[in-house]
């Protein structure tokens, strides 16, 4: 089976760092994906990671490590417009894509 | 340019109605998806075909058929609508089936009254 675990809600100050973590258990493991959903809107992809590390993307960054079942998503500088969904996803081996619940994230101001 | 176009946005029906929510993607993607977003946000995945053949069929009652005429074409037709079947239904495609990502429609929201 699979079992993807976000936290339920965040809240982070604008110009703040936040880091939402992403723990997963699955077989046949073949990426993890972040995407972002606006409320209303539909999801958008952030970032992609199939080996362990750091991945960078100006204010955005996504780290794997595999043999923890980890991941997390980190914001930098923080703007009222991240105030969103955070969804971490797993790509299996023939079974696509598997999304967590999400993580609801406030930016205050 | 919409990459992923589906229609309607908005869907409001009767128990017991059958309705269809079309999907055309413009990527050149081989896979689409059908997703389905509950009231607590939970996205999960319906159906995914793979040039025009079914490779995924989750646990989903049959009065849920997906149609693909082509592979930039994956339509979903429900039959006999229950209160249950309220949601938001996205529809998804990525280039292939492997590790690439997708990109979703704007979402249907269907309400069953």
């Known amino acids: 089976g699979q079992n993807i675990d976000q936290p339920t809600e965040m809240t982070a100050t604008e110009g703040a760092i936040v880091q939402i973590n992403c723990t997963y258990q699955?077989?046949?493991?073949?990426?993890l994906f972040w995407y972002q959903q606006h409320a209303g809107e539909a999801p958008t992809f952030l970032s992609y990671?199939?080996?362990?590390g750091l991945e960078e993307k100006g204010r955005f960054s996504s780290f794997l490590s595999r043999s923890k079942g980890y991941s997390y998503l980190l914001l930098k500088e923080l703007q009222m417009k991240d105030s969103a969904s955070y969804l971490c996803?797993?790509?299996?081996?023939?079974?696509?894509?598997?999304f967590g619940p999400g993580t609801r994230l406030s930016v205050l101001p | 340019d919409t990459a992923v176009s589906q229609t309607p946005k908005y869907l409001v029906t009767q128990m017991g109605n059958d309705k269809s929510i079309k999907c055309e993607q413009n990527?050149?993607?081989?896979?689409m998806y059908w997703y389905k977003q509950d009231s607590k946000k939970f996205l999960k995945i319906m159906f995914s075909?793979?040039?025009?053949?079914?490779?995924i069929n989750e646990t989903v009652p049959n009065r849920f058929s997906p149609k693909s005429p082509d592979k930039a074409h994956l339509n979903l037709h429900i039959n006999s609508l229950e209160l249950g079947d309220s949601a938001v239904y996205f529809c998804?495609?990525?280039?292939?089936?492997?590790?690439?990502?997708?990109?979703f429609g704007q979402g249907t929201r269907l309400t069953v009254v």
């Open positions: 998804a495609s990525s280039q292939d089936s492997r590790n690439t990502e997708a990109f």
């Open positions: 699955t077989s046949g493991f073949n990426g």
């Open positions: 990671n199939v080996l362990d």
């Open positions: 996803a797993v790509h299996n081996y023939g079974q696509n894509f598997v």
């Open positions: 990527l050149g993607h081989d896979t």
């Open positions: 075909y793979n040039n025009k053949e079914l490779i």
